[in-house]
């Protein structure tokens, strides 16, 4: 009835993990401008901006 993105469930996932992104933002050692910019993408963009933080976000190694 709701589809895999619509389910109440999923949201509710996707907004604690949300959360845990917001303090590992704001216990990290970058900058205040790196950390607001990356609170700002959390926030508006739930899912990805989630999943970008965690890929990418301050003190993730870089795989070259």
Known sequence: M???LGHPLV???VTVLDIIAI???LKSGA???TK???IVVVVLLPLL???L???MGP???TVV
């Open 2 to 4: 709701f589809g895999v």
């Open 11 to 13: 949201w509710l996932v």
């Open 23 to 25: 303090v590992s933002i």
């Open 31 to 33: 900058d205040s401008g």
């Open 36 to 38: 607001l910019l990356w």
């Open 49 to 51: 901006g989630m999943i």
């Open 53 to 55: 933080y965690f890929l």
């Open 59 to 61: 003190g993730r190694r």
